[in-house]
């Protein structure tokens, strides 16, 4: 049987799982598997052999008789039977026990290697690969059964500090601590995971939003209840960030599902910083960039093109704002909810998200879900309670039938509809797997011409002379602009339009 040393799955300095062990587990058990079907096999071949060798001997012995039918013959066989069937039954038992004894070894081997293949060594829990097989199992079982499902995500906060301050041993502790609450505080047939470094995932059957929280709220008093003795005189409370997704809700995949509970953990992340609405806005750009940028980057995991449209449509809307005389506060709000306004897209399946035709009537009610998806991450933290309102809002129209509330007007928070504007010019001259790109000219005049039904006249006003300004210190916005003579017959039109 091939040796394979099996990598660890996760160190506890937090680093991520090796591309290569799935790999090194699977060849681990495919050898042992192996093997134990090689000796079964030389075992059974044994077995024909040594009744083959009986069988020749016991006609032998047949034949002396016939040949010898008196005298000399008749005592050669009958000590031959008396010497041989009790030499045979004996070796037969010898090598069946042997045998059994072999297999049930065997048997055991291939138990400690799936072990070894499906847990994490550390903590004893299903590792992320086996997080993800059961995952799919179960929103395959709760699809068919028209049930419902939850996935809890959570990162331990401390772990870092505690690895630079006690020690790795100190920080293995905590992980194994950490385990060791999740098993005892999970219902028996919830599945707690340790997803890697110092996140872990409870995968909950049945569960919907409201048992998650119990779960999550009981998690959280029994770290609260037990400290982890780092020495004699020093002990630590464990404390722990969750997010959580639920099937059919956040999603409708195993992948939805995790990027929705990490973007929902990353916010709730951000709330237990403190960050809240009575800071300034210097203070909450310090602490608010950093998790917006997370976020982002979730959104660039899951879809690049998502990450790119939104921050090429930020530049834009931030400029429009500070043309019509926003409040700095106001254009930071704006370009935050530019950055986020996609987030509810990462809750879709890949098969909505990137298909290269029009969508379906049921893909597009799904769809349309992902500004209030994005609204309820966002939403969760003090400090961008104008951000959600941008997200929640940006698909509105200002004739009032937009989605997903049909606000009109002025009951559009102002951010949005900026935002809509240069979403759409972004959206037009950079083209969607469905759709070619349109040229900046023809843009323009589309923009123009909704302006008093899609979009608000002033914001479209706002927008077309930006783009038309001759800013040569502006090099973002390079590529969207044209000529000042080429949008002056658009004005009219917005005016017109406004007036209708």
């Not at 589309?446 to 927008?463: H, S, Y």
Request: net charge negative; aromatic share 6%.
């Amino acid at each position: 049987m091939q040796r394979v040393r099996v990598v660890p799955a996760i160190d506890t300095e937090g680093k991520d799982e090796p591309d290569t062990h799935a790999f090194v587990e699977t060849v681990l058990v495919t050898d042992v598997v192996d093997s134990v079907r090689q000796i079964r096999q030389l075992f059974f071949k044994l077995q024909a052999v040594f009744g083959g060798v009986l069988f020749l001997l016991t006609m032998a012995s047949f034949y002396s008789w016939l040949l010898l039918s008196e005298g000399l013959g008749g005592l050669i066989m009958f000590s031959t039977l008396i010497f041989l069937f009790p030499l045979g039954f004996v070796l037969s038992r010898i090598l069946r026990k042997r045998l059994f004894q072999l297999r049930h070894d065997d048997e055991a081997r291939v138990a400690a290697a799936q072990t070894t293949a499906n847990c994490d060594p550390l903590t004893g829990l299903l590792n992320r690969r086996r997080f993800y097989e059961r995952l799919e199992a179960e929103i395959e079982f709760a699809r068919r059964a028209r049930g419902s499902l939850s996935v809890l995500v959570l990162d331990m906060d401390e772990l870092k500090p505690i690895n630079d301050e006690h020690g790795h041993a100190a920080g293995d502790a905590a992980l194994q601590r950490l385990a060791q609450v999740l098993t005892t505080s999970v219902r028996p047939n919830d599945i707690a995971c340790r997803l890697g470094g110092d996140e872990f995932g409870i995968i909950l059957p049945g569960a919907d939003q409201r048992i998650t929280a119990t779960v999550s709220g009981r998690l959280q008093q029994e770290l609260r209840e037990r400290p982890l003795a780092l020495s004699a005189r020093t002990a630590v409370v464990l404390r722990v960030s969750t997010g959580l997704a639920t099937f059919p809700g956040s999603g409708d995949d195993a992948e939805g599902l995790v990027n929705w509970a990490d973007a929902n953990l990353y916010a709730n992340k951000l709330a237990r910083k403190g960050a809240d609405g009575s800071r300034s806005l210097r203070d909450r750009q310090k602490v608010v960039t950093p998790v917006v940028a997370a976020l982002s980057a979730t959104m660039h995991i899951r879809d690049k093109g998502l990450h790119h449209h939104s921050r090429r449509a930020a530049e834009v809307a931030v400029a429009i704002a500070q043309r019509m005389g926003l409040s700095d506060e106001a254009v930071w709000s704006v370009q935050q909810g530019a950055l986020l306004h996609d987030l509810g897209k990462i809750g879709l399946a890949d098969s909505v998200l990137k298909k290269a035709s029009s969508l379906s009537v049921a893909e597009s009610k799904a769809m349309r879900r992902h500004p209030e998806f994005g609204y309820r991450v966002v939403r969760g933290v003090a400090a961008l309670d104008d951000v959600a309102e941008i997200v929640y809002a940006h698909h509105e129209r200002y004739d009032g039938t937009g989605y997903p509330r049909g606000l009109a007007g002025e009951e559009i928070p102002i951010g949005a509809r900026i935002f809509a504007v240069a979403d759409a010019f972004d959206a037009m001259t950079y083209g969607r797997p469905y759709r070619a790109p349109l040229s900046q000219e023809d843009a323009l005049g589309e923009i123009a011409l909704q302006a008093g039904r899609q979009f608000d006249p002033r914001v479209v006003a706002a927008f077309l002379r930006v783009i038309g300004e001759d800013n040569d210190g502006d090099a973002a916005l390079d590529d969207q602009r044209v000529e000042p003579a080429a949008i002056a017959p658009f004005l009219p039109t917005i005016h017109m339009n406004a007036s209708a």
